[in-house]
Nanobody, 121 residues
Framework: QVQLVESGGGLVQAGGSLRLSCAVSGGTFSTYAMGWFRQASGKEREFVATMAQESNVDYADSVKGRFTISRDNAKNTVFLQMNSLKPEDTAVYYC???????????????WGQGTQVTVSS
């Protein structure tokens, strides 16, 4: 059973930074593409960033230049460094694992429980 556990969310002022972590257990981490998604209140879950097994990365336009995804295969962990945060970044952030590098939510087989990020203006 693959399990994903996010941490690092919290309350931050606009312009601040947070670093999210997602620890993966129960599977072979290096074989998964990893993604971050977010869901604001009343909205659908949306793609934020993805990182392939071989380190290719991609980002949603709304976070390009501000967010950075990275992974540590030795620690079975994926990170999302979020800088220059805006109130519109407020959401529950989820990490997810997939066999295939993709933006598509349906591609991801395993999901964490989410961590709340709140950006105050």
């Amino acid at each position: 059973q693959v399990q994903l556990v996010e941490s690092g969310g919290g309350l931050v002022q606009a312009g601040g930074s947070l670093r999210l972590s997602c620890a993966v257990s129960g599977g072979t981490f290096s074989t998964y593409a990893m993604g971050w998604f977010r869901q604001a209140s009343g909205k659908e879950r949306e793609f934020v960033a993805t990182m392939a097994q071989e380190s290719n990365v991609d980002y949603a336009d709304s976070v390009k230049g501000r967010f950075t995804i990275s992974r540590d295969n030795a620690k079975n962990t994926v990170f999302l460094q979020m800088n220059s945060l805006k109130p519109e970044d407020t959401a529950v952030y989820y990490c997810a694992a997939a066999r295939t590098y993709s933006w598509g939510r349906s591609t991801y087989n395993y999901w964490g429980q989410g961590t709340q990020v709140t950006v105050s203006s």
